[in-house]
């Protein structure tokens, strides 16, 4: 099983940006991006697949963030410019199960997560 690690999360006024990066063991042909809030479901934030040559965004952060992938670091990015409040949440990098449809962004997609990191964006 693929193992995940997240790092980059942390707290920035709105308006400001972060980077998180997740460093895995073994790529997989979807990679993604996920987050959560308390109470509510974990949702798709952003995935590349195909190898990182395609990539697929939820409306909310459309044109403020931008999903890559470093195979040589095996190391998956995601840039988040423009930050809202709405944006506090967990986020999980995940990688999908084989046979995956990297534009789906289902949490049933994908099989491996790690284990989170926080961010929160203050008014």
């Known amino acids: 099983q693929v193992r995940l690690l997240e790092s980059g999360g942390g707290s920035v006024q709105a308006g400001g940006s972060l980077r998180l990066s997740c460093t895995y063991t073994?790529?997989?042909?979807?990679m993604a991006w996920f987050r959560q809030t308390p109470g509510k479901e974990r949702e798709g934030v952003a995935s590349?697949?195909?190898?990182?040559?395609?990539?697929y965004y939820a409306d909310s952060v459309k044109g403020r963030f931008t999903i890559s992938q470093d195979a040589a670091r095996n190391t998956l990015y995601l840039q988040m410019n423009s930050l809202k409040p709405e944006d506090t949440a967990m986020y999980y990098c995940?990688?999908?199960?084989?046979?995956?449809?990297?534009?789906?962004?289902?949490?049933?997609?994908?099989?491996?997560w790690g284990r989170g990191t926080q961010v929160t964006v203050s008014s």
């Open positions: 995940a990688a999908g199960r084989p046979g995956c449809n990297g534009w789906l962004m289902r949490p049933s997609e994908y099989v491996s």
């Open positions: 073994a790529s997989a042909y979807c």
């Open positions: 590349a697949y195909g190898g990182g040559g395609r990539t």
